[in-house]
C-alpha cells in the first residue's frame, strides 16, 4: 500500500489537475497524519470556509466549481503528500524532476520549494476565480478526441470552428487530445469527429472552455497573484506544461504560469522529456489515478504507484 518497490530508483512524482476531485476524496487518512491535516486547517483560514468538510461531504456541485475544485485538489494533493512523506519519504528524496496537470504544477512547484503552501493557496484560489468568472461570461466547453492524431484534430478545430472559439487544449497521450471552445463549436465538432475517424468523444465535466483564449480575461488577475508571491529557485527542476521542459529560474516559472491558462498543455511531451532522462518509477499523489492511466498510453514499462494504493 504505497511503498517504494523494492530496488525502484529514480523516481518522479506527479500531480493531477481539475478534473480529479470527487466527493470523499479527503478520507479518514487524514485525521491520521497530523501535518495532512494542519493543510486543510490553514487551507481552511485562508480560503474562508472548511475545506475538508466540502472534500468530504461535497454536495459536488459546489465541489465542481472552478472556484472551488482547484484549492480542494491543491490541498488534498498536499496532504496526501505528508501521508506519504510520514511513511516512506524515500521516492520524495530521490525524486529528481516535478510536474503537475495544469493545476497540479501548482502543487508540484510547493512540493519543490519553490512556492510557500500559503501563497499557492491564495494563487490557486484567486486563479479559480478568475476562470470562473471567464466560464460565466463566455460559457464553453471541452471535448476529449479519442483516435486522432494532433494534426487531424487541428484541421477538424479548423472545420467546426466557426464564428466561435475552437482550440487544442490539452495533449494528454497518443490517442487522447482534449480541444476546448465556445458550446456552439465543440457542439459542432463532436458531430463532426466520428466521421473524421475519431474513435469517440467524450464531454468533459468542466466549466468553461480552459486553455484557450476565452480565459484572457483571468491572465492579469492571475498575473498580480503570481506576482505577489515570493517564488524560489525549487530544490529539483518543475517541468513546465508550456514547453515541456525543465525550469528553475522563478521569473521564468512565473511567466509560465500566467501562460500556461491560455495555452496549450504539454503533457504527453512533458512525459516523453521527463521519461527521457531515466525515470522508472512514477508516482501519483493525490485524488485520482488519471496520471498514471496517461503515463501507461504513453510507456506502460514503467511502474507507477499511488499513496493510497
Known sequence: MGTAPEGSSTPLVLFPGQGAQFVGMAGDWVETCPTAAALFDRGSAILGYDLLEVCRSGP?????????????????????????????????????LTAGLSLGEYTALVFAGA??????????AERGRAMQDCAEASPGGMVAVLGMERDAVA?????CRGDGVLQIANVLCPGNIVVSG????????????????????????????????????????L???????AFRPPRIPVVSNVDARPHTDPDEIRGLLTRQVVGVVEWQESMAYILSTGVEMVWEIG???????????????????????
Not at 472552478?66 to 505528508?82: D, H, Y
Not at 512556492?115 to 490557486?124: E, Q
Not at 484541421?155 to 472545420?159: G, K, M, Q
Open 60 to 96: 459536488a456541485e459546489r465541489l465542481n466549481t472552478t472556484a472551488v475544485s482547484q484549492p480542494a485538489i491543491l490541498v488534498t494533493s498536499l496532504a496526501a503528500l505528508e501521508v506519504l512523506r510520514a511513511r516512506d519519504p524515500s521516492p520524495l528524496e530521490a525524486a529528481r
Open 182 to 221: 465556445s458550446l456552439d463549436a465543440c457542439s459542432r465538432l463532436e458531430e463532426a469527429a466520428p466521421v473524421a475517424g475519431a474513435m469517440k468523444c467524450v464531454r468533459l465535466e468542466v466549466a468553461g472552455a480552459f486553455h484557450t483564449q476565452l480565459m484572457e480575461p483571468a491572465v492579469n488577475r
Open 155 to 159: 484541421s477538424l478545430c479548423d472545420a
Open 223 to 229: 498575473a498580480a497573484a503570481v506576482a505577489a508571491a
Open 287 to 309: 485524488p485520482g489515478r488519471v496520471l498514471r492511466g496517461l503515463l501507461k498510453r504513453i510507456d506502460r514499462s514503467v511502474a507507477t504507484s499511488g499513496v493510497f494504493d
Open 115 to 124: 512556492l510557500d503552501f500559503d501563497d499557492a493557496v491564495r494563487i490557486v
